[in-house]
C-alpha cells in the first residue's frame, strides 16, 4: 500500500510498475510494495541507482529548458511518468509561461496522480496512451486540441526505449509520432548506454529481474533513435556533463565522472 494513500482498485498493485518503481527509486510516494522491492533491486545492484534517476531527471531538466529557450511553446512528453520534482511543464513554463505539456503515459496512476498536480494549470495535460500505438496519441481528442501540429514541438521520449527491446523496433513508433511534427520541432531522448562498464551492465541486470525489462545499448544505437536529425551540439553525451547548446562549455572528462553518472545519455535532435 502506498504510505499516503489507500490502494485504489483500477491499479493492479500486486506487480511492480515502471512508472511507480521509478517513482521509489526517486524517493517519491506514489507506489506501492512490490514497486519498493523492485527499487531494492535496482539499489542492490546499483547502489546509486537514485542518483542514476536523478541524472535523468536533470537531463530532462536541460533538455526542456534548451527546448524553450529556443522558443519551444508544444511539449509532447511520451512515458512522463508519475509526478516529481520540476516537471516538463514547470520547467517549460518558467521559461515561457504560455507553453503547453501533453504528458502521455500508458500506467494509469499517471493520470490519476497528474491530475491533482494540473488541476489549475490550463496549458498542461495527461493522456493515457501507448508509445506502442503512436497513431493513438496523434489521434487522442486531448493531444489534438493541445497541440498545433502546424507549428513546432518539443517531442520527448526520455528513460522510456531501454524498457523496450531492440525486437521491437521502438525507432518505429517514435518515427510516426516525428513524421507528425513539422520542421522546427525537436526530439530529446536519453537512454541507458552500454559502452562496457561493469555497472552499466550491472543496471541491465536489475531492470530484467525487478520488471523484465531495461536494456543498455552502445551509443552508436542510442544515436539511431534520432532516426538521421542532426543533433544539437554537443551531439549524445552522458547527460551529467552534457549542456545542450553549450558545446564549448568546459566539462568533465569522461574518466572523472563517477561510474553510476555513465549510465544515463541524453542528446537532442533537431528536425531541419
Ligand atoms: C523510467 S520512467 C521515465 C519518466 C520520465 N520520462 C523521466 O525520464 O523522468 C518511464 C515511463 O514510461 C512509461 N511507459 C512505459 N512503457 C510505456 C509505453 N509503452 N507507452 C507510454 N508510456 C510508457 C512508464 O509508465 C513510466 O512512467
Redesign the pocket.
Known amino acids: 500500500m502506498a504510505e499516503n494513500e489507500a490502494p485504489t482498485p483500477d491499479f493492479d498493485i500486486s506487480r511492480p ?3 511507480r518503481v ?1 517513482d521509489a527509486i526517486l524517493g517519491g510516494k506514489d507506489n506501492f510494495a512490490p514497486d519498493r522491492e523492485g527499487a531494492a533491486i535496482y539499489a542492490k545492484h546499483v547502489p546509486a541507482a537514485r542518483e542514476v ?1 536523478r541524472d ?2 536533470e ?2 531538466r536541460k533538455g526542456v529548458k534548451y527546448l524553450a529557450e529556443q522558443g519551444i511553446d508544444q511539449f509532447l ?6 509526478p ?1 520534482m520540476e516537471n516538463t511543464h514547470q520547467v517549460a513554463q518558467a521559461v515561457n509561461p504560455d507553453a503547453k505539456v501533453v504528458y ?4 494509469p496512476i ?1 493520470l490519476a496522480h497528474g491530475r491533482a498536480l494540473l488541476a489549475t494549470n490550463d496549458n498542461t495535460t495527461v493522456v493515457t ?4 500505438d503512436p497513431q493513438s496519441i496523434l489521434d487522442h481528442e486531448d493531444v489534438k486540441s493541445m497541440l498545433d501540429f502546424t507549428r513546432p514541438i518539443g517531442l ?1 521520449v ?3 526505449h ?3 527491446h531492440d525486437d521491437e523496433q521502438p525507432d518505429e513508433w517514435v518515427r510516426v509520432l516525428l513524421d507528425a511534427c513539422p520542421s522546427g520541432s525537436y526530439l530529446l531522448i ?1 537512454d541507458f548506454v552500454d559502452t562496457g562498464e561493469e555497472l552499466q551492465k550491472a543496471i541491465e541486470k536489475a531492470g530484467l529481474e525487478s520488471l523484465g525489462n531495461g536494456w543498455i545499448r552502445t551509443p552508436e544505437r542510442i544515436t539511431e533513435h534520432f532516426l538521421g536529425l542532426p543533433l544539437v551540439p554537443p551531439g549524445l553525451d552522458f547527460v551529467r556533463r552534457w549542456f545542450p547548446g553549450e558545446p564549448d562549455r568546459e566539462v568533465p572528462a569522461v574518466e572523472e565522472l563517477e561510474p553510476h553518472h555513465r549510465i544515463m545519455m541524453g542528446a537532442i535532435g533537431f528536425k531541419e
Open positions: 510498475t515502471i512508472a521509478y534517476a535523468n531527471r537531463g530532462l512528453d511520451i512515458g512522463a511518468g508519475l516529481t502521455v503515459d500508458n500506467d499517471v496512451a501507448d508509445l506502442r520527448m526520455v528513460g522510456l531501454m524498457h523496450f536519453t
